[in-house]
């Protein structure tokens, strides 16, 4: 059969733009280079028409098939397992954008444009296409939709679930189905589109999208705020909102260790604060009006509210500054040394009691370790991270013990073990431990009624 | 069968607050009067428990279930069938406020509360619930989250969908999932509330949820513009965004049959104009800082576009007067007599030339007919509503051809027929033309695993 299938594939090899062999080895690893698997083909496509083509081969001949855009997964959810018996369908050649309607606000674009075509066709039109988060450069949308990605305007305009109006997808059988509309008001029976964004692949591949897009905010203000403690982040968060309504963009909480690591790392890296301060936020403020109302009115809230070292962006350049220092902290890191990392959220106000008693959690079993949280405070999304002395590859021994201290206390809070990256391969099992047996019925019914034979990137999310 | 149910429901007659015979009858009729059924009983739990145990008899004896909230819907979407073989489920006494929470800006509610109810419990936490329509006093949020409820802060805020962070539900099985979850980022597996959400009862019946509360806005400024046209109040729109971004929370568009029928039934609404103007917009701005300064800004954009009738309201009460006007227009219709009416949504773009278009067919064929045209433009969902000169019931026997005429270039325009009302039973046999067969097969494969004894409110939607 599988001979046959290669067989049936032969003749599509150049108008589908077919890689065999030692062709296909970057598409088989992800870029943590923690998952490295094998393919029979990895299929290119440049059209839904041929995109259902290997699909509906694929379900004749009962191949799995495996989606991948940019490969910047960090769940390993786009590399293939080690049978070696699937095919990788790539969609670096679906990526045109088909349509920037400005009076309706919306973009329409294949799956394979990465999100940074997507905010410079906005751009171009004079709108905002708002998602933005550090592989925009790379990662493709139909990925970024199959994740339900975050990033940091999380707190203004939503993760891609909510930027997301209509759909194209193919089904498990090949079958596509056209939901491209660009309306924000549609009730006309279930929302399929629901279905598709955020299952990772496993219940059909996105083939095209409506976008939503934003007017261009004219005027920025951003600030440098030392603060006591995240409980006091949280009340300058919240009187900040009263103040100025949504008109925070960002809201980023960075701890001493993060300022620490920067500093011994990115010595060069220009920072207003004298000495680290134990706690400090990282806020953006953005509206329509001009950058000298905007900066006014946050350089007085911040007077009032008595903050003695705030520092608000006096230009540009300076904001690109202030940025720079949050932008450089996964990479100090990484220079550091080997951490366990957890991609968790939690109701924001929850979030200095977490922090508090984490942190008491882990000093309590691991005396040398040093956390290194941050993250979006705005809308309760924590990068908690951690050191232990040994900053080798073999602190992963300690990996399942740190987790369970860790997810355990984010579900005591009602929190999320996976805010923004997706389960993909990583998390699969740790889901099983903290979504319920209904919650993970419901989920594997809704498979089996979308991919009867479990061909859609398996091995991912649940099965 | 029937008999031993009933018996088995006679000991929860007290507990359950069961109702039969007369006293069901005013459950059995839709607001607008225009579908009656009947029922073995209303079942009115005050608990999650209670609904379970309910849902759990009714699968055990094969009962259809018919959710009812405010029973404000438009659709027809909680009225029983005529067979009296079924339960209606009144949420009534599931009213309450769980919990706001300020910090993480989520409130928990029942789903029997009423939309008023949330709005006041966010108002009294200093924050803003602000999906808001016609019947918020009476429909509740069970129902305005089952029929994915819009309204006009749309354009601003999304509609309920967007507005929602968790969900409990009772499954058709009478297993309860409990999804109360409040997070802005979590992508653990299917997003499972999407399901339900617009999903009119028909998968599952909504118990609690968490929902998003928004900074309360301080500031708001309110004009009235009269506009050459539909085009020009769309470049009115994507001007104001550019200049004031996304502050603008409505932004309604009315047309002079609409004034003129105002004039007629409420002559003493005071009105801005000496004379109607062919087209108008109703828009509103707001934000946490001070009015002045966002009036100030207002009035200067509407001075410079060179608007010649463009009235910003001087203080709250000549803004209510504003909104008056906007508020009064169904009524004015109710009183000039018996209109087909239309609620559709449009790429906005497209709504200029739908207007020209729609009219010119719809002229050709009723050159007596007189289109009231009104709505949200911001979000692109219209009121069409349209009489002709016998403004009676009689009209109705038109009602199918006129839709065929109205839906068809909705549909050319890749709009949706119905925007915000849902389908219920008045617009099932419609959903089937305008949805193509992989759509109803997606939604018919999925209640098929979600309610496999098709008990839960039947007749809706789809079967």
């Given at each position: 059969m599988l001979s046959e299938f290669l067989q049936q594939l032969q003749p599509w090899?150049?108008?589908?733009?077919?890689?065999?062999?030692?062709?296909?080895?970057?598409?088989?690893?992800?870029?943590?280079?923690?998952?490295?698997?094998?393919?029979?083909?990895?299929?290119?496509?440049?059209s839904v028409q041929q995109l259902a083509e290997i699909v509906q081969l694929c379900a004749q001949f009962h191949i799995a098939m495996v989606p991948q855009g940019g490969n910047t997964s960090l769940c390993g959810a786009a590399t293939p397992d080690q049978t070696g018996q699937n095919i990788i369908i790539s969609f670096e050649r679906m990526n045109q954008i088909i349509e920037v309607d400005a009076d309706n606000n919306t973009i329409t674009v294949e799956a394979g444009v990465t999100l940074q075509q997507v905010q410079q066709a906005a751009l171009a039109a004079n709108r905002l296409f708002p998602a933005n988060w550090a592989a925009a450069a790379s990662c493709q949308i139909g990925g970024a939709l199959a994740t339900n990605a975050g990033g940091v305007n999380v707190l203004r305009y939503g993760n891609m679930r909510e930027l997301t109006l209509g759909l194209e997808v193919v089904l498990a059988d090949g079958t596509i189905w056209n939901g491209l509309r660009g309306l924000r008001k549609d009730n006309t029976g279930y929302d399929l589109k629901q279905l598709f964004v955020g299952a990772e692949g496993t219940l059909g591949l996105i083939s095209r999208a409506v976008l939503r897009l934003y007017p261009l905010p004219t005027a920025h203000a951003t600030a440098?705020?030392?603060?006591?403690?995240?409980?006091?982040?949280?009340?300058?968060?919240?009187?900040?909102?009263?103040?100025?309504?949504?008109?925070?963009t960002s809201f980023e909480l960075i701890s001493r260790p993060c300022l620490t690591l920067l500093h011994q790392h990115f010595p060069k890296l220009s920072s207003p604060f004298e000495q680290a301060p134990e706690w400090c936020v990282l806020l953006e403020l953005s509206d329509g009006g001009d950058s000298e109302h905007l900066l006014e009115l946050l350089a007085t809230i911040l007077f009032e509210a008595g903050f003695e070292q705030a520092y608000v962006a006096q230009n540009q350049r300076q904001a690109a500054d202030f940025w720079r220092l949050r932008e450089h902290i996964p990479e100090a890191q990484r220079l550091e040394g080997v951490s366990i990392k957890h991609d968790i959220s939690l109701p924001v106000g929850a979030i200095p009691q977490f922090l508090a008693e984490c942190e008491s959690h882990i000093i309590l079993q691991y005396p040398d370790a040093n956390i290194v949280a941050f993250g979006h405070?705005?809308?309760?999304?924590?990068?908690?991270?951690?050191?232990?002395?040994?900053?080798?590859?073999?602190?992963?021994?300690?990996?399942?013990?740190?987790?369970?201290?860790?997810?355990?206390?984010?579900?005591?809070?009602?929190?999320?073990?996976?805010?923004?990256?997706?389960?993909?391969?990583?998390?699969?099992?740790?889901?099983?431990?903290?979504?319920?047996?209904?919650?993970?019925?419901?989920?594997?019914?809704?498979?089996?009624?979308?991919?009867?034979?479990g061909l859609m990137n398996p091995g991912k999310v649940l099965i």
């Open positions: 090899a150049e108008s589908h733009s077919l890689l065999f062999g030692n062709d296909t080895a970057a598409y088989c690893i992800d870029q943590r280079r923690r998952y490295q698997g094998q393919t029979l083909a990895v299929a290119r496509p440049n440098l705020v030392a603060v006591d403690s995240p409980a006091d982040a949280v009340t300058l968060l919240r009187d900040l909102q009263a103040k100025v309504s949504d008109r925070i405070l705005g809308d309760g999304n924590l990068h908690y991270n951690l050191f232990l002395s040994d900053k080798t590859a073999l602190i992963y021994q300690q990996e399942a013990v740190i987790n369970a201290i860790v997810y355990q206390l984010v579900a005591q809070y009602n929190g999320s073990i996976s805010a923004e990256h997706g389960i993909g391969q990583l998390k699969k099992s740790v889901l099983r431990e903290y979504r319920s047996n209904t919650e993970l019925l419901l989920m594997n019914s809704i498979k089996q009624t979308l991919d009867p034979l």
